[in-house]
């Protein structure tokens, strides 16, 4: 079955530093969304990318997907403490029910 | 708030009680999902309902059984829990069911202790 696996699975940074989470599909996606789930929270939807290559940008997050539609990054410049949280990437292939991966747990030290 | 509410919010149950969690989707979806979220362990995908029919069920222990009784309401009935049962349950919704693009809209979760 499809797996998406998602890199590094905690982070560390200062307040200021940039951080990067990567994910990976053994299949190739139709699609990959982006949710950001904050301490004692739910997952949120950030955003979705359809088209090869495509690059999308909210403020200071840059989401990438990848040629190929089996890769994906999430890039946040210059963190800030509300940063903080858990960055899942959830890929739909074959299927129309999404594969998440395990997630990046952001941490922020001000 | 997302539209997506549970219900209770926190469960504490020994492991001979019957309990059972809801959800309850106020977006007109179409499709509703079951999740386990534990500690350090990825999001795990339950059971998944599409225009109240269960298409999925991924290889659940039948000390869970789901019911959906229409698109905007879904249960999870709890009975002879073991401890390694505890964790955030989540329930989402989307949109058209079915399609690729849509968005899933995640309530709460239910924090479960299984003592």
Not at chain 1, 11 to 33: A, K, P, R
Not at chain 1, 34 to 41: D, L, S, T, V
Not at chain 2, 14 to 20: D, P
Request: contains cysteine; glycine residues 8%; aromatic residues 10%.
């Amino acid at each position: 079955g499809q797996q998406v696996m998602q890199i590094p699975q905690y982070q560390h940074v200062q307040e200021g530093e940039d951080f990067t989470t990567y994910c990976n599909s053994s299949t190739t996606l139709s699609n990959i969304q982006w949710y950001k789930q904050r301490p004692g929270g739910h997952p949120v939807f950030l955003i979705q990318l359809v088209k090869s290559g495509e690059v999308k940008k909210q403020k200071r997050l840059t989401f990438q997907f990848g040629e190929a539609k089996k890769n994906s990054s999430l890039h946040i410049t210059a963190t800030q403490t509300t940063d903080v949280g858990t960055y899942f990437c959830a890929g739909r292939g074959g299927s129309y029910i999404p594969t998440f991966g395990r997630g990046t747990s952001l941490i922020v030290h001000p | 708030e997302t539209g997506v509410t549970q219900t209770p919010r926190h469960l504490v149950m020994g492991m001979t009680n019957k309990k059972s969690l809801k959800c309850e989707q106020h977006l007109g979806h179409n499709a509703m999902y079951w999740y386990k979220q534990s500690a350090k362990k990825p999001l795990e995908l339950m059971f998944v309902y599409n225009f109240k029919e269960q298409t999925e069920n991924n290889s659940v222990p039948s000390r869970f059984s789901p019911e959906c009784p229409n698109s905007s309401h879904l249960f999870l009935h709890l009975h002879t829990l073991q401890p390694e049962d505890s964790a955030l349950y989540l329930c989402a919704s989307e949109g058209q069911g079915g399609f690729s693009t849509d968005t899933q809209y995640f309530g709460p979760g239910t924090r479960l202790t299984v003592l």
